[in-house]
């Protein structure tokens, strides 16, 4: 079993950046892929970036080129570097560890999630 745990939001101009940690409790390599959601208020859970365990990466086209995912095995850790941020990247941000079954952008595949980090950009 996988815990996972968030931290590194905050609130910030636009431009600025951030680093989201995603610490986790268990090996993040027992994963087959790892993750990052986000959510606003009144809209649905929005898949931001994912890493296999073999690490090719997957980007939403809305963050493409402006974030970066990666992991640290060896300190079970999977990482957000946010760069150029703007207000609609407002929103809470959660880490997510999943299997093989389906695609990155599918909620449905990742069964361990974190309790999320608020992120805000004004």
């Known amino acids: 079993h996988v815990q996972l745990v968030e931290s590194g939001g905050g609130s910030v101009q636009a431009e600025r950046s951030l680093r989201l940690s995603c610490i986790a409790s268990?090996?993040?390599?027992?994963?087959?892929?790892m993750g990052w959601f986000r959510q606003a208020p009144g809209k649905e859970r929005e898949w931001v970036a994912s890493?296999?365990?073999?690490?090719?990466?997957g980007y939403a086209d809305s963050v493409k080129g402006r974030f970066t995912i990666a992991k640290d095995s060896a300190k079970n850790t999977l990482y957000l570097q946010m760069d150029s941020l703007k207000p609609e990247d407002s929103a809470m941000y959660y880490c997510?560890?999943?299997?093989?079954?389906?695609?990155?952008?599918?909620?449905?595949?990742?069964?361990?999630w974190g309790q999320g980090t608020q992120v805000t950009v004004s």
């Open positions: 997510a560890a999943g299997g093989s079954d389906g695609t990155w952008t599918d909620p449905s595949r990742y069964n361990h």
């Open positions: 268990g090996d993040i390599e027992s994963s087959d892929c």
């Open positions: 890493v296999d365990k073999i690490g090719p990466t």
